[in-house]
């Protein structure tokens, strides 16, 4: 392990540094690289272990899109074997392209890795066909539920488990799915254009379930969602990384409820992560519940202008 790694084994912040504004920068803005974390003070570590490789690790990664749009700015991150790691962060801090990222997708939307390393069970990844990834076990459920409309709920599990190469067991599967969602096998026949948007949520954890991956990459799931349904749909997601052992790195908006299933958390901001700590610390930290659970005066502000904010209320009084 590195020593920046080993540092961001607790919660650090990035201070003072000039370029952590939001939304993406042109390249020549990080020509200086990206910050260490640099006061990292001893906190608790994550309940994982954290002397065990991780699973995934992204290695001051760089994306690009269009060739010059500088969207991530030397982010890293792990997630350990068997855990469940947050990814928090307001509207385009880029979650959405961290997780596209991994899973091989940016192709889609003329992006790409343009500098560092991901790291999937000791392989480098970044670069790789995304089909190739799928067949690593990483599966990606896009942010928005995506589900074939016009195919039944079966009809979507069936294709979800299409991925592995070979019809056996795919019944058994199907079977496992409505065992975690049994909305869903009561409409086991129905079009899931026809889903009420919560069960079509289920249904696209469901269809990455029926892949059987060793980990699973959730963008968003709460997205739209009532309270309590959100609340069930963590559950599912909690046991679902307990009974099958997934590994699941969970991007999320709604910290507090994220940060209720999650191990470990990560913030970003502009590209790279500002914060991060084991999920209970980063619960607690002021800082965090003053921006990003709600819980302090004042409006939505980045992590940074609290954190100035702060030491100016300390100031004054
Ligand atoms: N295809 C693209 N081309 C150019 N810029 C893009 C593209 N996709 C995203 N971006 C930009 O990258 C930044 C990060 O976007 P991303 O979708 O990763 O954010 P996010 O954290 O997932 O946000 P949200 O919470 O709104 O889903 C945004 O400023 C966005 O405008
Ligand atoms: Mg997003």
């Known amino acids: 392990m590195t020593d920046s790694a080993s540092d961001r084994r607790s919660v650090a912040a990035s201070n003072g540094r000039s370029d952590a504004g939001s939304g993406p920068a042109r390249r020549s803005d990080a020509a200086s690289g990206p910050a260490p974390r640099s006061d990292a003070a001893a906190g608790p570590a994550p309940r994982s272990d954290p002397d065990a490789t991780p699973l995934l690790g992204l290695n001051n990664i760089e994306v690009l899109y269009d060739d010059v749009i500088l969207v991530l700015r030397g982010l890293s991150l792990e997630v350990a074997e068997g855990g469940i790691a947050a990814l928090l962060g307001s509207n385009g801090a880029g979650k959405t392209t961290t997780l596209k990222a991994i899973s091989g997708l940016l192709y889609v939307e003329d992006g790409e890795v343009s500098d560092g390393t991901i790291v999937f069970d000791g392989e480098e990844i970044q670069g790789m066909d995304a089909h190739r990834i799928v067949e690593k076990g990483v599966f990606q459920v896009l942010e928005g539920r995506r589900v074939f409309e016009h195919l039944t709920v079966r009809e979507n599990l069936l294709a979800g488990g299409y991925t592995r190469g070979t019809r056996r067991g795919l019944n058994a599967d199907a079977d496992k799915v409505y065992h975690y969602f049994p909305a869903l096998a009561e409409r086991r026949g129905q079009l899931a254009g026809h889903l009420s948007g919560g069960e079509q ?51 999320e908006q709604n910290a507090r409820v994220a940060l209720s299933v999650a191990d470990y958390g990560y913030i970003m901001e502009g590209g790279r992560v500002v914060l991060e700590g084991a999920a209970e610390e980063l619960r607690t930290n002021e800082d965090v519940k003053e921006f990003y659970l709600g819980l302090g005066d004042g409006g939505r502000r980045s992590y940074r202008d609290v954190k100035h904010y702060r030491r100016r209320k300390r100031w004054l009084s």
């Open 201 to 251: 949520q289920m249904l696209a954890l469901g269809r990455a379930l029926m892949a059987s991956p060793r980990m699973m990459l959730l963008d968003e799931p709460s997205l739209g969602l009532a309270p309590m349904l959100v609340e069930s749909i963590f559950e599912i997601v909690r046991r679902i990384n307990r009974e099958e052992g997934t590994t699941i790195l969970l991007v």
